[in-house]
Each structure stands twice: as structure tokens, then as C-alpha cells.
């Protein structure tokens, strides 16, 4: 069992708003969290049962005699008339007078797509709050499975199946189900060899800027459709594109964004890699850690930060910028190699933003300054310093990796 990082953000969302939508794909844990964090005396529908959608065929009248209580929806893309029935519920509940529940009424569940998310936010306006559940990252499982963790991605099956064998055969059913049964749920009329072929593409481009026309050309579609393709994955939380940086500032700046599978495990699934030393070997291994530390750090990053990356035609590139609300930078380079070292490009992308904070990921233990101002850190430590920020939600659960001699500033 895992104790997940946003437990905590889900509950403070609950005390505040009368309906949290919680996000992610399937299978990464959204129903688990859910029924943990509700009441013994919670009522629980899955959409995707013909019997819980049979008892929801009046959602209004059904849904009124569970107001005392918290109601968890799973999968709640099934049921569109829902929303609009929320709405009427929850500005019900808001005018029952004082002592009534106001906050705290619906838990709901959904596989992420596009349509969820337009739907409910504008039925729901200011009533929802919406937070996206990640896959299992570094902070929530103990440090011996943070190899696994990268080879096998962070799906909790994947990770915890009982040899490397078993993992790759859950990640290649979790891929071929997605294709059948789910995208076709979402977008009907996409081929599923097609949409396989177009996402192992990406697979190949992992951490690079894409062009959206050469995929189209090379897979043999218009490029409205390989557009369409690549925002249905995006939706679905299966791939990031990671916007470039701009400005007025007169540079000439990649417009491109960047792509990433963002579970390491389907990357690897997608690429054939089955083990850590078919992975070391692998041409992506550089990509695949990039795209990991990425992911990672995003996953405990506070909501509000924007994640851009920055490169110019004249070389000067930055992995991921993080920029804070009032404008404050700071600028990430990843890197596979023990003892790191910083290209000049990263120091020209520096000298035109003028980041506050400048780190290396590497996969090391040691935090240590490099050219004075730049630190470099592993992994866990960098997230744990983005943990702090976030505003203390989560309590640390596990300690620094032994041997590692550097903790967030405020606790040194």
C-alpha cells in the first residue's frame, strides 16, 4: 500500500468545495485514493456498471436522498446529464440554510478527457475543483524500488508485479485495451493500429521538439488528423507537450514543443525494453531519464507553477522552466551522468532569463554547487524542495536515500 502525495490536497479540496473532479488515467489509482479517503458510510457508483447506472436512472432523485454524505461517481464521462443534475444539487444543498452540508457532497472519477473536462467545468463553475492524480513518483514508494520505478513506470500494477515479465505483460495489455476499448470510447472513429503506430512514433521523439507535419507525412494522414491524434493522447494524460518559453525580449526561440510519453513505463513498453540493462543500452535511455525527472518533478510541483522549456536558434537551452506566479525563474538541466557537467548553452539560456535557482538533475546522491551558483541534486531532493513549496499539504513520508547529504534549504 502507497500513500499517495496529493491525499492531503484531495481532503483540503473536499473541506473547501462542494465537488472535487479527480483526474487520470485508468488504472493509476484514482478509485483506490477515492475509497480510502471516503466515510465508511460513503456511496460509491461506477459508472461503468450496468447496475449503478440502473439506480441512477433518476440521478437527481437518487443522488438528493445521499445528500448526508459523501458521494464518490467513478468514471463519471459515462453519465453526461450528470453535471447538470450536480449543479442543481449542489446550489440546493448551498440555499438548505445554516447546518446544512455545503462542501465535501461529490468525489468524481474520471479518465481524463477532453470532453470531462469542458462539461464539467462549465456546468460546475464555481462549485468543482479539479486535481490530477499521476502515476506512483519517488515520495511515495521507498527508495529500493526507485530503479523499478523508472524501468516499469509509475502504474501501480506495473510496479508491484511480482517479476519484470509480469510487469511487461500488464503494460502491453494496459496499451492494447486502451487502444480497443477506451479510445474508441472517446474518439470512435480513430483506427486503433493507427493511433498505436502514431504513439510509438512519439515514443522515438521522446524529450524532442515535434513536428507535427513530418509525423503526419511519415504515418500517411493529413495533418489535421496526426493533430487530433496527438491532443486525444494529450487529453488522456498519456503523453505531455511541454510548451516552449517566449517573449518580447527580440531572440528567435524554438516554437515547437516538447513531447513526452509521460509514464517511463509505456515509453519503455512502446520501444520494447524489458529490463534495466536493455535500457542502459537503449539510444532513448538519455530521453527516457529526462522525461522521468521531468514527470516527477511536475507531480509534486505547487499547481500554480507554468512549465515551460527554452531554446534558442543560437543553441542556449534549458530543460524545464519553472516559472513561479510573479514572474520568479528557475532553471533545470537533466542529466544521465554521474559527474554532470553544464554545457554552454545552458549559461547563455541563464544569462538571457536570469533564473533565481539553477539545478542539474542527476541520478547521483550528492548535492553539491557547481560554478558557485548551480546546484547540483538527485532526484528525491528536488522534488522534496518543490514538496515545501507546494505549501506543506504532505508531510514527508519517507527519509533522504542514505548516503545523501543535502535537504531542502529551510531544513539545513
Known amino acids: 500500500m502507497f500513500i499517495r502525495f ?3 490536497e484531495v481532503q483540503q479540496a473536499l473541506l473547501g468545495s462542494p465537488a472535487v473532479v479527480l483526474l ?11 475509497l480510502e479517503l471516503a466515510q465508511a458510510d460513503a456511496a460509491y457508483f461506477d459508472l461503468e456498471s450496468p447496475e449503478d447506472r440502473s439506480r441512477l436512472s433518476n440521478v437527481e432523485q437518487t443522488l438528493r436522498s445521499k445528500q448526508d454524505r459523501l458521494v464518490v461517481l467513478d468514471e463519471v464521462q459515462r453519465l453526461p446529464t450528470l453535471f447538470e443534475a450536480l449543479r442543481g444539487l449542489i446550489d440546493h444543498a448551498r440555499r ?3 447546518g446544512s452540508r455545503k462542501t465535501g457532497l461529490y468525489l468524481l472519477l474520471g479518465s481524463a478527457s477532453l470532453d470531462l473536462i469542458q462539461q464539467s467545468s462549465e456546468t460546475l463553475a464555481g462549485r468543482v475543483a479539479f486535481i490530477e492524480l499521476s502515476g506512483l513518483h519517488r515520495l511515495e514508494v521507498p527508495d529500493t524500488l526507485w530503479d523499478d520505478l523508472w524501468l516499469r513506470g509509475g502504474f ?3 510496479l508491484t508485479a511480482p517479476n519484470e515479465a509480469a510487469s511487461v505483460r500488464w503494460r502491453r495489455d494496459f496499451t492494447r485495451t486502451y487502444l480497443e476499448r477506451d479510445v474508441a470510447q472517446f474518439a470512435p472513429r480513430i483506427a486503433a493500429e493507427m ?3 502514431f504513439w510509438t512514433m512519439l515514443a522515438h521523439l521522446q524529450a524532442s521538439t515535434v513536428n507535427v507535419a513530418q509525423l503526419a507525412r511519415n504515418l500517411g494522414v493529413d495533418t489535421r488528423t496526426a493533430g487530433g491524434y496527438l491532443d486525444l493522447l494529450t487529453d488522456l494524460l498519456l503523453v505531455r507537450r511541454l510548451a516552449p518559453w517566449h517573449n518580447n525580449q ?8 516538447k513531447i513526452y510519453i509521460r509514464d517511463s513505463g509505456l515509453l519503455h513498453s512502446l520501444l520494447g ?7 542502459l543500452s537503449h539510444p532513448v535511455v538519455g530521453a527516457s531519464w529526462e522525461g522521468h525527472v521531468v514527470e516527477s518533478l511536475l507531480a509534486v510541483a505547487p499547481p500554480e507553477v507554468q512549465p515551460t522549456f ?3 536558434s543560437a543553441g542556449a537551452e534549458i530543460d524545464l522552466l519553472l516559472t513561479w506566479p510573479g514572474g520568479e525563474h528557475w532553471a533545470i538541466e537533466v542529466k544521465r551522468s554521474t559527474t554532470p557537467k553544464v554545457e554552454r548553452g545552458f549559461h547563455s539560456a541563464c544569462d538571457d532569463i536570469r533564473p533565481v535557482k539553477k539545478w542539474v538533475i542527476y541520478p547521483g546522491t550528492e548535492c553539491y554547487l557547481l560554478d558557485d551558483d548551480i546546484q547540483v541534486m538527485p532526484l528525491h531532493a528536488a522534488m522534496r524542495e518543490l514538496e515545501d513549496r507546494r505549501g506543506g499539504l504532505r508531510r514527508r513520508i519517507f527519509a533522504v536515500a542514505e548516503g545523501a547529504n543535502c535537504r531542502p534549504p529551510n531544513e539545513a
Open 6 to 8: 496529493i491525499t492531503a
Open 24 to 34: 487520470g488515467p485508468r488504472q493509476v489509482g484514482k478509485t483506490t485514493l477515492a
Open 96 to 98: 438548505n440554510g445554516q
Open 156 to 158: 501501480p500494477e506495473s
Open 195 to 197: 493511433l498505436r503506430r
Open 250 to 257: 527580440g531572440k528567435r526561440l524554438v516554437k515547437s514543443p
Open 273 to 279: 525494453i524489458t529490463n534495466m540493462d536493455s535500457l
Open 310 to 312: 527554452y531554446r534558442s
